[in-house]
Structure formats: structure tokens, C-alpha cells
């Protein structure tokens, strides 16, 4: 047993300055998102450029300042930290930082999981479920081989299957997250809902979001997941519930296959009103809302000193800016996205 597991840096989690977490608007900040980097080995053309330049691997925290950080909020009322990216499996040595948060679980932290493309999980599967890790989401648009190299332009779908084989064997939980794109993978989407329901998984569209310079045409994919919804109810029955992840999905349950389905509608119906959630980049910027620009550097009050009292004023003030909600427009004219950064900079 880690005998300084509750410790955060020089600090108890029981001093005067690890109060929970409550935004200008009531709701508690229980839920951290964590971007361990903002590389990856695909380039889904949704989300990033062919020719990405990504930052330079000094201005990363390391796996331990990362892991300090966490451990902050922690001490501060996070429950539950997802790691994503990027591809968070790419960062060298990452098992390191799930172990470290790992051995955290029933000590302030209630849940570890992560988001992946999974085209490495066949390496990390059973690692990850020794560290504590229940339930990833692994991304996955289509089930065609062809159509799936088109839109990640470098992954390898054959991979990916071997990776959600071994996470299943190692037995993590896995939810299925699929981006809804118009003309390509919408008429794909019952084939999807079957093959998760069908092995248990559960579903999750998302529909696209304007960040980042990428060469697509936004206005050209993006697919409203009421249309989608509309269509999928020609062929299923579904049932509204209330079950929920701490994420910001509205699930339904498909009477046909027995499965769970949510959406995630950050454009037709955004999810603010009960917002749980701040996200982490692998620089140490704290992001407010996904969907706007402010943000807060944690790496400087990290670094200046041993003791966590700057760094627990500095989360402080940045909460009491968090704003009632996000507002993702796409410039039409110029086609232009509504966040200029990158998807994979703040982590989903």
C-alpha cells in the first residue's frame, strides 16, 4: 500500500485550502479531464490536421508534475479523472501516471478511466485494469475497414478489434464513441448500435464540434443528432433514462437489442446546466468550458513552489470563472471553427 496516498505535495487534503470545488453558478466541479498529450498516431479528419505540428515535448509537464496536479484536485473534490489526448496510450512511460492515480481509488478518488482510439490497447489492457481502471471509451466512427482508414487516415481497424478483444478480456467495461458524420457513417449507425449491444458495450454519438483548422468543411459534415435520432427510431424503440456517467450524455435504452445508447449534443441542445467538469492539458492550462477560450496556468503556481497553497489559490480563482455555458457557432461564411485550438489540446 502507498503509505502517501491523500498526500498532495507538502499538503494534507484536509487543510483550509483544499475546499471543494463550486462554480459561480452552484455546481460542483467533481470531474477532471486530463490531456496527458496532444499526440496521436491517427488524424481523424474531423478532428486535426493531415500535418499537425504539435508542441514541442519540453513544454509537456512530466508524468509527476501531472500526476501532483491531479492529486490537487483530488484533495479538492474530484471524484472521478478520465485521461485522454490525443491518444493518451502514445505518451512514453503513462502506465507510470494510471498507476500513481490508480492507487488513489477510495482515497478521494472514485473512478480512473480513459478515453482511447484503441489501436494500443492490445499492449495495455491488462495493465490498465491491474491499475485500477473499469471502463474505457474507445472511439470508433465505423465498422468498415476501408471507411475507417479514410477517416482516421493512418489507423488500422484490424488493430483497433484486437485492442477492444483484449480490453474485454482483461475485463474493462467499454462504451463505443462515435462522432456522427453527415453522408458518411450516418446509414452505418444501426449496424453500430447492433455489433455494441451485441457484445455489451454500450453507444455513445457525438455530434461534430467546430474546434480546431482542419482541411474538411464542417458545414459539410456536421449531422444533428435529432435528424439521426428521428431516423434510428424508424427502426428502434427507445425508452429515455436517467442513467448517467458523469459525462454529459442523455442516454435511452433500445428495447430491441436491450443495450444503452446516449447522445452527446454539444450543438443542437448543449449540456451546461449540470456541468461537473474541468479539463487539463498536458502543459498544466486548466480549461474552464470546452467550448470557450479563458483559461488558467497551473503549470507557474506548480513550479513555484513544493508547497501546494499557490496552486490550490490558483484553481480557486479559475473556477469562480467558469461560465454558465458553451456557445459553438460555425462561421458559415468564412468557415471558420468557433475554439481555434485543436480537440486533442484540451483533451474532449
Not at 502506465?95 to 482515497?107: E, P, T
Not at 450516418?186 to 455530434?207: S, W
Not at 439521426?228 to 437489442?257: H, M, N, S, W
Not at 462561421?331 to 468557433?338: C, I, L, V, W
Request: contains cysteine; proline residues 4%; neutral net charge.
Amino acid at each position: 500500500m502507498n503509505t502517501s496516498i491523500g498526500t498532495i505535495g507538502n499538503a494534507s487534503p484536509l487543510t483550509a485550502d483544499a475546499h471543494p470545488m463550486i462554480d459561480p453558478f452552484g455546481r460542483a466541479v467533481t470531474y477532471l479531464r486530463v490531456s496527458v498529450t496532444d499526440r496521436c498516431d491517427f488524424r481523424c479528419t474531423y478532428c486535426m490536421a493531415e500535418n499537425m505540428t504539435f508542441l514541442p515535448k519540453k513544454d509537456l509537464l512530466t508524468l509527476e508534475e501531472l500526476d501532483r496536479l491531479c492529486s490537487a484536485f483530488i484533495a479538492k473534490g474530484v471524484k472521478k479523472i478520465r485521461l485522454t489526448g490525443g491518444e493518451p496510450l502514445v505518451r512514453k512511460n503513462i502506465m507510470y501516471l494510471v498507476r500513481q492515480l490508480g492507487a488513489k481509488i477510495g482515497s478521494g478518488l472514485d473512478e480512473l478511466t480513459l478515453t482511447t482510439n484503441g489501436s494500443q490497447l492490445a499492449r495495455h489492457a491488462e495493465e490498465l485494469y491491474d491499475c485500477g481502471v473499469r471502463r474505457i471509451n474507445v472511439s470508433l466512427d465505423t465498422l468498415n475497414p476501408d471507411k475507417f482508414r479514410k477517416i482516421t487516415r493512418w489507423g488500422d481497424f484490424d488493430k483497433v478489434m484486437e485492442g477492444i478483444d483484449a480490453a474485454e478480456k482483461a475485463g474493462l467495461k467499454i462504451k463505443l464513441n462515435a462522432v456522427a458524420l453527415k453522408d458518411f457513417n450516418d446509414a452505418e449507425m444501426p449496424d453500430l448500435l447492433r455489433f455494441a449491444h451485441g457484445r455489451g458495450m454500450d453507444l455513445t454519438v457525438i455530434e461534430t464540434m467546430p474546434m480546431g483548422e482542419i482541411e474538411e468543411d464542417r458545414t459539410d459534415q456536421y449531422l444533428p443528432l435529432s435528424a439521426l435520432r428521428a431516423d434510428l427510431e424508424k427502426l428502434f424503440t427507445f425508452t429515455d433514462i436517467d442513467y448517467q456517467t458523469g459525462g454529459p450524455a442523455r442516454y435511452v435504452r433500445v428495447t430491441e437489442t436491450g443495450g444503452r445508447l446516449g447522445f452527446i449534443t454539444p450543438m443542437t441542445h448543449n449540456f451546461c446546466e449540470s456541468c461537473n467538469r474541468v479539463r487539463l492539458t498536458c502543459t498544466g492550462t486548466l480549461y474552464m468550458c470546452l467550448g470557450q477560450n479563458d483559461a488558467a496556468d497551473l503549470r507557474s503556481a506548480l513550479r513555484a513552489s513544493e508547497d501546494d497553497a499557490l496552486l490550490h489559490t490558483a484553481i480557486d480563482e479559475a473556477i469562480t470563472r467558469k461560465p454558465k455555458g458553451h456557445d459553438f457557432i460555425i462561421d458559415r461564411t468564412h468557415n471558420r471553427p468557433a475554439v481555434a485550438r485543436h480537440m486533442s489540446v484540451t483533451g474532449g
